[in-house]
């Protein structure tokens, strides 16, 4: 890994900061800084996007603790809010290092936001020069389409925009999210391929290659990698060295590397760069 690499998401679950929705167990498995802290030489960053998990609800706290663990130097994070946040809160969140906030609406139902949520909060936050990170389903990116089309802020799918992978690249949601992704209006999360791939870590996650290398050809300058430490969708988790080995198949060149991993997480988290303040 190049020098500044950034992991651009990763999850932090402490039993310091409580715990309101039951949404992922992660009983037993290792979830802290401290834990994190272990593995981050396995995958050779030193760069970090901490993403709020949807079990704290819009309680930010484990995630600005994490940023201060790590430095804001060295990390940042993606928050979860709803649209009774005041400009006080935004801005305190806004100085502890968050640079964006996230619907996380795969499984609606046990999901702290919503979709009527997206448009309101898109411009709140755009205000701060923020995005939204949406965890949503193929079928949900082309059914709210026109939605995302209209909101402010420029969006960040997450792992691989999750399209079925015995569609893929012919699925509609695909043409969508290259049109978004070749206008600048959005980027793409190199992470997670366990998540829609078949054959498994056992298959390399291979089927996966094909869709993660023609985003990595179509719009190299739209995408970020993340390990999704630490995997709340599979246990155990797959290894370091697998995880690495599908981002070198994607990504081929070490200049490209260099491109998803370092110049383009400072461009959209802002590293190097002091909080943005209020357009």
């Given at each position: ?7 651009a998401?990763i ?12 949404a ?28 709020t ?8 706290a ?53 979709f ?6 898109s ?20 059914e ?104 070198n198949?994607w ?11 370092i ?17």
């Amino acid at each position: 890994m190049p020098a500044d690499a950034c992991d651009a998401h990763i999850h932090i679950f402490d039993t310091r900061f409580k715990q309101t929705l039951a949404a992922d167990d992660m009983s037993g498995v290792p979830t802290t800084v401290d834990d994190y802290r272990q593995v981050q030489p396995s995958f050779g960053t030193t760069r970090t996007v901490i993403v709020t998990p949807r079990n704290y609800d819009v309680d930010n706290a484990v995630t600005l603790d994490a940023i201060r663990q790590l430095g804001i130097d060295r990390a940042r994070g993606i928050a979860t809010i709803r649209p009774d946040i005041t400009d006080g809160e935004l801005d305190t969140l806004n100085a502890g290092g968050i640079r964006g906030i996230r619907f996380t609406l795969y499984t609606p139902d046990d999901a702290p936001t919503s979709f009527e949520m997206v448009e309101t909060l898109s411009h709140r936050v755009h205000e701060l020069g923020w995005h939204l990170q949406l965890h949503w389903t193929a079928a949900q990116i082309v059914e709210y389409s026109h939605l995302l089309d209209r909101i402010p802020t420029e969006f960040v799918f997450d792992h691989l925009a999750r399209l079925p992978v015995h569609s893929g690249l012919s699925h509609p949601a695909s043409r969508l999210v290259e049109r978004w992704l070749t206008t600048g209006r959005a980027w793409l999360k190199l992470s997670a391929p366990y998540l829609d791939s078949v054959v498994g870590e056992t298959g390399a996650f291979s089927d996966m290659d094909a869709m993660a290398q023609h985003w990595v050809n179509v719009a190299p300058d739209r995408l970020v990698w993340g390990s999704d430490w630490p995997h709340t969708s599979m246990k155990p988790g797959p290894q370091p060295s697998n995880i690495i080995a599908s981002l070198n198949r994607w990504t081929g060149c070490a200049s490209t590397r260099h491109q998803i991993l370092i110049d383009n997480p400072e461009r959209l988290y802002g590293f190097r760069e002091p909080a943005p303040h209020r357009s």
